[in-house]
């Protein structure tokens, strides 16, 4: 939910303009809006990490009556950079129309990355911990991935372009003006998506929704 919020929708923005710069090559814009948008990311991912840490016990105990959620959200706030800079990598991997790697990285490689770590931890002897390390490790993995790509297929394309500071100011109100809304379908999207997580959590407990999310 935090990462929903902090993503602020730029990555329905990422998709719909950078499709457009691409089939009209207008590199200069889109190198513009890469470095708009991460610095956007990165200060909104610190913001809400910190959020979530700190309000981790409000949430934990007063809306959820549980204690042992706290360190699940407290480990969780460090992942909600690392969460948006991912969908931000495999937006930008899907604009160049490349849906088969984004969709490898995000769907394949996520699902089997935790199913895998969750299996290797509870074999430790790990328990409930094997939940937290298998999100992290999960996360972490699907972030170098998608980062990787970018960075060795992506950004050599655009190295070389230079930013034109003409019709940035456009760009950059037409950007902000269209992910802005998305992020109340991203909240919609985010609640219909953990719908069967809730229900899991309410006839059960906090540690039976984390495997179930992880398997």
């Known amino acids: 939910f935090f990462a929903v919020f902090s993503s602020l929708g730029l990555k329905?923005?990422?998709?719909r303009f950078f499709s457009q710069y691409i089939s009209r090559k207008e590199y200069s814009k889109m190198k513009f809006l890469l470095k708009y948008s991460s610095?956007?990311?990165?200060?909104?991912?610190?913001?809400?990490?910190?959020l979530l840490f700190y309000s981790s016990e409000f949430i934990s105990l007063t809306l959820f009556n549980e204690p042992r959620l706290i360190i699940f959200l407290k480990?969780?706030?460090?992942?909600?950079?690392?969460?948006?800079?991912?969908?931000?990598?495999?937006s930008i991997i899907t604009a160049f129309q490349l849906v088969n790697v984004s969709s490898f990285i995000e769907q394949t490689l996520s699902g089997l990355t935790n199913l895998l770590f969750l299996v290797f931890f509870i074999m430790l002897g790990m328990q409930t911990n094997s939940i937290i390390f298998s999100y992290v490790f999960g996360f972490v993995l699907v972030f170098v991935a998608s980062l990787?790509?970018?960075?060795?297929?992506?950004?050599?394309?655009?190295?070389?372009?230079?930013?034109?500071?003409?019709?940035?100011?456009?760009?950059?109100?037409?950007?902000i003006?269209?992910?802005?809304?998305?992020v109340f379908s991203g909240i919609v999207s985010?609640?219909?998506?953990?719908?069967?997580?809730?229900?899991?959590?309410?006839?059960?407990?906090?540690?039976?929704?984390g495997f179930y999310n992880a398997a």
Do not use: H, M, R
Not at 39 to 50: D, E, M, P
Not at 190 to 209: N, P, R
């Open 190 to 209: 985010f609640i219909f998506s953990w719908i069967d997580s809730f229900l899991v959590g309410y006839f059960l407990d906090v540690a039976q929704v």
């Open 39 to 50: 610095t956007i990311l990165f200060f909104t991912g610190i913001l809400f990490a910190i």
């Open 75 to 90: 480990v969780l706030s460090f992942l909600i950079p690392i969460k948006i800079f991912s969908d931000f990598f495999l």
């Open 148 to 175: 990787w790509y970018y960075k060795y297929k992506i950004a050599p394309k655009l190295n070389s372009q230079k930013i034109v500071e003409k019709d940035n100011l456009k760009a950059k109100s037409d950007f």
């Open 177 to 182: 003006s269209y992910s802005l809304p998305l």
């Open 12 to 15: 329905g923005g990422i998709l």
